[in-house]
């Protein structure tokens, strides 16, 4: 058992059931022994790999959409450049060197913020950023004033969420119990902390019985708050991550470890805990703010259309034939829809009066499934 699991079964012991979101918030972010208070996930070594981790050109071609909304949007000189959930500093890394290669205009307007809570990655991000000023906040709610632009990547997917069952008896609250058979931890319902049906959307409301209905409440916070922010001071935000356009039903939380999906409740601290996040609830509280919302539509799609192929070739052409080789196939990985091109997807927030962003002309507050 972990020094976590033991952690988690004592507060069950003392004060009841957790419900899940709690049981993920510490499993994932408890000040000591949360998974990632404690160690890099990321990559070959880790448990997942990411988009900006599979291929530089991922990070550049977001570097380059950025200079382009920036300079879309009235090229101001003094605009904050945000990243959620920065992991080992990659994304922000090829996106810098993108845009002081590219638009140096934009690099001399950019000040870069970073909201991270792992100590252990914010090492890893001071590292890969060692050439640039950069400040890090713990929220959101810390980050100054002014136009900011905010680039998420698989961010939204790691906050704690919500499950609601609907039972014979109308809807329940998952949580994680102790078995009263074995004194494993295991998955119960009990009564719902907050009765109100009228929260749930009015589609999932009359869903059938053993039904699961998710809410990520932080991740809609934190985007109504940004929103809110990018509709009174402008610039934009572009979140990619793996979900679904309508609000859907089904239990979607899921443990990685080593690359290998896993049982939730084994190893708890040292696996990692994610869920498909729910665009149309992120899109309802970035409208209620004020902002206009572009997509979602599959990232196979937004990368396409910003040429990453292109941009892949003309590296290739001066790579050796394994460096091509592995630019040819992280490309593909990122855009094929037997890899992340369909799974994964990319949804903008703009003001209203901001023109469309690059790679969503087609498809503006269109469905892609
Ligand atoms: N964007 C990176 C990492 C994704 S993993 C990439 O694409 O490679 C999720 C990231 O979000 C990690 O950096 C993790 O430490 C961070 N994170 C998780 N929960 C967070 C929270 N509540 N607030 C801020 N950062 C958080």
Redesign the pocket.
């Known amino acids: 058992m972990t020094p976590l699991e033991t952690k988690i079964r004592k507060r069950i012991n003392a004060s009841g059931p957790l419900p899940v979101s709690e049981f993920m918030n510490m499993a ?2 408890d000040p000591e022994l949360g998974y ?1 208070k404690t160690r890099n ?2 990559g070959g070594e880790g448990d997942f790999i ?4 599979i291929s530089q050109v991922f990070g550049e071609i977001i570097g380059l959409w950025c200079a382009v909304m920036w300079q879309a949007s009235g090229s101001a000189t003094d605009v904050k450049l945000v990243e ?5 500093g ?2 922000m890394s090829d996106m810098l060197r993108a845009i002081h290669a590219t638009a140096p205009d934009f690099a001399s307007a950019i000040d870069v913020h970073l ?4 100590p252990v ?1 914010r090492g890893l991000q001071e590292e890969a950023l060692k050439e640039h000023k950069v400040t890090w906040h713990e ?1 959101v709610e810390s980050i100054p004033g002014g136009k900011i632009l905010v680039v998420a ?3 939204f997917d ?2 704690p969420i919500d499950q609601f069952v609907k039972t014979e008896d109308g809807w329940q609250e998952r949580c994680v119990s102790l078995s009263p058979n074995d004194d494993t931890l295991t998955f119960a319902t009990m009564p719902m902390r907050h009765p109100n049906d009228a929260d749930f959307p009015s589609e999932i409301v009359a869903a059938p019985v053993n039904s699961v209905f998710e809410e990520n409440v ?1 991740g809609k916070e934190i985007t109504g708050s940004l929103a809110g922010r990018i509709a009174q001071d402008g610039i934009a935000a572009l979140i990619l991550d793996y979900g679904h356009n309508q609000h859907g039903l089904g239990d979607t939380l899921q443990a990685m470890k080593s690359h290998q999906f896993h049982n939730p409740l084994a190893e708890i601290g040292e696996i990692d805990l994610t869920a498909h996040v729910d665009f149309a609830a992120l899109d309802a509280a970035s409208t209620e703010q004020g902002c206009i919302v572009h997509g979602p539509i599959f990232q196979g799609d937004f990368l396409s259309s910003l040429g990453i192929e292109q941009r892949a070739e003309i590296l290739s052409a001066n790579a050796s034939v394994k460096q091509a080789n592995l630019l040819t196939d992280g490309c593909r990985r990122l855009i094929a829809s037997d890899g992340m091109g369909t799974l994964f997807k990319a949804m903008a927030l703009t003001p209203k009066d901001s023109v469309i962003p690059a790679g969503f002309e087609k498809r503006h507050n269109g469905v892609c499934e």
């Open positions: 994932l972010c990632y996930p990321i990411t988009s900006p981790e959620l959930g920065p992991g080992r990659t994304l909201v991270e809570t792992s990655l929220n990547n698989e961010f790691a906050l932080v």
